[in-house]
């Protein structure tokens, strides 16, 4: 059995920066790794993926703002988010993609003066 629980989340103000962290819980092929957000009332939407050999993919809402990174002795996986707005307020999701895909329970991120 494999599981992923994020941490990091929390409020911050606008401009701010905040680190989220995916933990891997469970051996599997990882193919590759990614984070999604959902807002209030709105459906979940991609933010960024990092394949196995580290091509990264982001979200044109994120680019230049949000960094993917990953560390493969860990399998854990990262999101440093900068210069935060208040339309990035949702819960964040990580991702892992292999043999199956898999979700953790995300962790609440909140921009707001």
């Known amino acids: 059995q494999v599981w992923l629980v994020e941490s990091g989340g929390g409020l911050v103000q606008p401009g701010g920066s905040l680190r989220l962290s995916c933990e891997v819980t469970?051996?599997?092929?990882?193919?590759?790794m990614g984070w999604y957000r959902q807002a209030s009332g709105q459906a979940r939407e991609w933010v960024a993926t990092?394949?196995?050999?580290?091509?990264?993919t982001y979200a044109d809402s994120v680019k230049g703002r949000f960094t993917i990174s990953r560390d493969h002795a860990t399998s854990t996986l990262y999101l440093h988010m900068n210069n935060l707005k208040p339309e990035d307020t949702g819960i964040y999701f990580c991702?892992?993609?292999?043999?199956?895909?898999?979700w953790g329970p995300g962790t609440q991120v909140t921009v707001s003066a």
């Open positions: 469970g051996s599997i092929y990882i193919a590759a």
């Open positions: 990092i394949t196995n050999n580290d091509y990264k």
């Open positions: 991702q892992l993609t292999g043999p199956s895909t898999v």
